[in-house]
């Protein structure tokens, strides 16, 4: 969907290139694990299956992403394949396994990073660090002629095609998983978000030589925020939704049992009779 989108933005005029290649890269990465769980709570969705989702998608996207980005793009004269998969071993791969390595082998890291004040705000300082030497590689070598009206327009683009989204997963949930309200908020979510903390430096990995880098990056660093702006905006209605649909099937449930032991009493008097 977003490769048919960014193809028919630049036979339009109403992107670059760069940005619309950067727009089927953003498309291609995995979920945001924090920023979904914490959405899907505040809707009142089924934190499990986000949990579940998210960290396989980031699991498998350190192999499938680079696919598909190379997939839908190709391999460009800026792509050294040796490079590219050494470069997402050290930057992607290992950082991830050690985590997870540090997580269930070292006793009470989980509990000491999610209570650590300093740790998280390091890596907020470390994620602001890396955004900015990012643009400021761009402005050093004065590669680019993107304006701000290419910038808005891909940010208009971005909210139709989260929009679409959107719109399909919660169809596509009511229709197969109809009697679960939960997990239509769960997915609602997953649908659309992206993650900047591992997006970032696999794209670094695959394109770091690349004139376009900072246009390759831009699209995942507008759509990062614009995920939890529209996170916050819909995340009320969608929790009122839930409320009110386990209400319906906890009523229909009642009803239903209320039946059954009327029927049960029924059938009883009439074996007694």
């Given amino acids: 969907l ?7 933005t630049v036979s339009g005029g109403w992107l670059p290139q760069s940005l619309a290649d950067g727009l089927v890269i953003c498309s291609c990465l995995p979920q945001a694990i924090c920023t979904v769980i914490v959405l ?7 934190e499990a299956a ?10 498998i996207g350190i192999v499938l992403s680079p696919v598909l980005i190379l997939g839908y793009l190709g391999v460009s004269s800026h792509v050294d394949e040796g490079e590219v998969m050494l470069k997402l071993s050290m930057k992607v791969a290992l ?3 050690a985590g997870q390595a540090v997580h269930h082998f070292v006793p009470g890291a989980r509990e000491s990073c999610f209570d650590n004040y300093r740790l998280k705000k390091a890596q907020e300082y470390a994620m602001v660090f890396i955004i900015l030497t990012t643009f400021s590689n761009l402005f050093e070598n004065g590669s680019g002629t993107t304006g701000l009206l290419d910038v808005i327009s891909m940010g208009v683009f971005q909210c139709f095609v989260m929009g679409v989204l959107s719109f399909w997963c919660w169809l596509s949930l009511r229709l197969f998983f109809p009697g679960q309200p939960r997990l239509h908020a769960s997915g609602l979510f997953i649908c659309i978000s992206k993650t900047m903390p591992m997006g970032i430096p696999l794209i670094n990995a695959l394109y770091g030589e690349d004139p376009n880098l900072a246009f390759y990056t831009l699209p995942l660093l507008m759509w990062y925020p614009l995920t939890i702006v529209m996170g916050i905006f819909i995340a009320p ?3 009122e939704y839930v409320t009110r649909q386990e209400k319906k099937l906890l009523a229909d449930s009642e009803i239903d049992g209320y039946e059954y032991h009327e029927m049960g009493r029924a059938n009883q008097g ?4």
Wanted: proline letters at 3%; glycine letters at 6%.
């Fill in 237 to 239: 209605r969608v929790l």
């Fill in 2 to 8: 977003v490769y048919c989108i960014s193809n028919l």
């Fill in 50 to 59: 986000s949990i579940l989702n998210s960290a396989f998608s980031n699991l």
């Fill in 95 to 97: 950082p991830l396994l």
């Fill in 40 to 46: 899907t709570k505040a809707a009142g969705g089924d």
């Fill in 270 to 273: 009439h074996v007694i009779v």
